[in-house]
């Protein structure tokens, strides 16, 4: 994963996990959990992510994606539909000193987001989502979770 070395790659500090309630403030604030907050000290990076929910990744783990996306031949359509979606929409920011960070208004629209969200541990970034459309996709992949976890190995 990324460029991080092998042996942290298993260790509970190095990945997110969890839900966690939180709100936004008038102006787009949201406060990082506290337990992940170290994890963003040298900044983080909020944009579009899959299902209409937000990602926040740490400045290095965005940087380290963004490398791999480098390597790629800049014709490939999967790597220009990411970059459409994805990268387009990244805002950088920095933790404030009670461990928020601003989440632009084209996020919080394209999020859904207007007071309340969730945020979701997804291993090495963060999801913000909207409390009803978490719920829902709780519920969506309920019915297919045994399937998928039998076809992880797991």
Same mark, same amino acid.
């Given at each position: ?19 966690? !309630? ?11 959990? !506290? /337990? #992940?907050?170290?994890?963003? /000290?040298?900044?983080?990076? *909020? ?7 937000? !990602?926040? #990744? ?23 539909? #990411?970059?459409? #979606? ?16 601003? *989440?632009?208004?084209?996020?919080? !629209? ?17 999801? *913000? ?11 969506? *992949? ?13």
């Amino acid at each position: 994963m990324g460029n991080r070395p092998p042996e942290t790659e298993g260790s509970l500090e190095h990945f997110f996990a969890g839900e966690f !309630a939180h709100s936004l403030d008038e102006k787009g604030r949201l406060a990082i959990p !506290a /337990k #992940f907050r170290p994890r963003f /000290k040298e900044g983080a990076v *909020v944009t579009r992510w899959l299902g209409e929910c937000l !990602a926040i #990744f740490p400045a290095g783990e965005w940087e380290a994606m963004q490398a791999e996306i480098r390597k790629r031949p800049r014709t490939d359509r999967t790597v220009n539909d #990411f970059v459409h #979606f994805v990268v387009s929409g990244a805002h950088e920011t920095e933790p404030d000193a009670q461990g928020r960070i601003v *989440v632009p208004s084209h996020l919080r !629209a394209f999020a859904g987001l207007s007071g309340e969200a969730q945020v979701i541990g997804a291993t090495r970034w963060l999801e *913000v989502w909207e409390p009803a459309r978490w719920r829902a996709r709780l519920a969506e *992949v309920e019915g297919s979770i045994g399937e998928s976890i039998a076809n992880l190995g797991i």
